[in-house]
């Protein structure tokens, strides 16, 4: 084909194109403002998730520290992360009490028996950019939708707090989890001896024994 026989329209998509492919070429380099913010670094981030009011009516919460929960980022499954801290706090109410410094009071709503506000912290490794930190091609920012889920539970909440984590952070979380790892691990074992022990049929010489640790043999009436 002659360039003389190009109308004005065939100049137009030959010059969309040329655009397209250099861009795309720009794109692909990292060189130019269309491409994404490039990584600074790669660190590990801790990020907590308000979850609020949520109903628990079991004696134990579903999170314990150290145990890893599967996180679902905007309906997108991403993967398990371990849970490194667990606040639960029960819902409040405010009642009005008859003080001028302070006329109200913040007490457990005991209309809602089992509603909680859950924080649970988590740690994950991040891609660290200029537009914050990326992980699972996820943005991890304040307000983000997020769904923890276990083995009994799947229940969501937002994100509330970033942060990037230096390696003394990492060193004192990974001693944290230990330490409430030990803490929970002794508890169980007494919650369970606690009921074996309860669980054993009373014999006459263990109510003898109690009967004397606590006040003295009563005489035999003849």
């Given at each position: 084909m002659n360039i003389k026989d190009l109308k004005p329209l065939d100049y137009i998509i030959i010059v969309a194109l040329i655009v397209v492919v250099a861009?795309?070429?720009?794109?692909?380099?990292?060189?130019?403002?269309?491409?994404?913010?490039?990584?600074?670094?790669?660190?590990?981030?801790?990020?907590?998730?308000?979850?609020?009011?949520?109903?628990?009516?079991?004696?134990?919460?579903?999170?314990?520290?150290?145990?890893?929960?599967?996180?679902?980022?905007?309906?997108?499954?991403?993967?398990?992360?371990?849970?490194?801290?667990?606040?639960?706090?029960?819902?409040?109410?405010?009642?009005?009490?008859?003080?001028?410094?302070?006329?109200?009071?913040?007490?457990?709503?005991?209309?809602?028996?089992?509603?909680?506000?859950?924080?649970?912290?988590?740690?994950d490794d991040a891609k660290i950019t200029k537009d914050g930190a990326v992980a699972g091609g996820n943005k991890v920012k304040i307000g983000l939708p997020i769904v923890l889920e276990g083995f009994n539970y799947r229940i969501g909440g937002t994100i509330s707090n970033v942060q990037v984590l230096e390696n003394k952070d990492v060193d004192a979380i990974n001693k944290f989890v230990q330490e409430q790892k030990l803490i929970q691990n002794v508890q169980e074992a007494n919650a369970v001896?606690?009921?074996?022990?309860?669980?054993?049929?009373?014999?006459?010489?263990?109510?003898?024994?109690?009967?004397?640790?606590?006040?003295?043999?009563?005489?035999?009436?003849?």
């Amino acid at each position: 084909m002659n360039i003389k026989d190009l109308k004005p329209l065939d100049y137009i998509i030959i010059v969309a194109l040329i655009v397209v492919v250099a861009i795309g070429a720009l794109v692909l380099l990292g060189k130019n403002k269309f491409s994404k913010s490039p990584v600074e670094a790669t660190k590990k981030i801790a990020f907590q998730v308000m979850v609020r009011g949520v109903t628990i009516t079991d004696s134990k919460l579903p999170f314990k520290i150290g145990d890893e929960s599967f996180i679902t980022i905007r309906n997108v499954p991403y993967t398990k992360l371990q849970v490194v801290d667990v606040v639960a706090q029960p819902r409040k109410t405010i009642i009005p009490i008859n003080n001028p410094q302070q006329p109200f009071a913040v007490i457990d709503d005991y209309s809602q028996p089992y509603q909680y506000d859950l924080l649970v912290t988590l740690i994950d490794d991040a891609k660290i950019t200029k537009d914050g930190a990326v992980a699972g091609g996820n943005k991890v920012k304040i307000g983000l939708p997020i769904v923890l889920e276990g083995f009994n539970y799947r229940i969501g909440g937002t994100i509330s707090n970033v942060q990037v984590l230096e390696n003394k952070d990492v060193d004192a979380i990974n001693k944290f989890v230990q330490e409430q790892k030990l803490i929970q691990n002794v508890q169980e074992a007494n919650a369970v001896a606690v009921k074996k022990q309860d669980l054993q049929p009373k014999t006459e010489t263990s109510e003898k024994s109690i009967d004397l640790k606590n006040k003295a043999p009563k005489e035999e009436v003849k």
